[in-house]
Nanobody
Framework: QVHLVESGGGLVQPGGSLRLSCAAS????????MGWYRQAPGNQRELVAS???????NFADSAKGRFTISRDNAKSAVYLQMNSLRPEDTAVYYC?????????WGQGTQVTVSS
């Protein structure tokens, strides 16, 4: 059974930082493309950042220069370092694992950016 478990969310002031973690089990982690998505109330789920099994990264325009994504295949984990957080970054952040034809999701972790 596949599990993706996110952690690291919380309340942070504008300009602050958070590091999200996603621990995967039940998959051969190293061959999966991993991603972080977010969904704010009333909005569609959107890609924040992704990292392929080969280590290539991609970022939403809103995340470029502020967020970094990394993976540790030995720990079956993917991370999202978020700096210079803004109120508009407030959302539930989801971890995803993709390898055609499968696409797995975590349960999400809330990030709230507010003073």
């Amino acid at each position: 059974q596949v599990h993706l478990v996110e952690s690291g969310g919380g309340l942070v002031q504008p300009g602050g930082s958070l590091r999200l973690s996603c621990a995967a089990s039940g998959i051969i982690f190293s061959i999966y493309d991993m991603g972080w998505y977010r969904q704010a109330p009333g909005n569609q789920r959107e890609l924040v950042a992704s990292i392929t099994s080969g280590g290539n990264t991609n970022f939403a325009d809103s995340a470029k220069g502020r967020f970094t994504i990394s993976r540790d295949n030995a720990k079956s984990a993917v991370y999202l370092q978020m700096n210079s957080l803004r109120p508009e970054d407030t959302a539930v952040y989801y971890c995803s694992a993709k390898r055609w034809p499968t696409n797995y999701w975590g349960q999400g972790t809330q990030v709230t950016v507010s003073s």
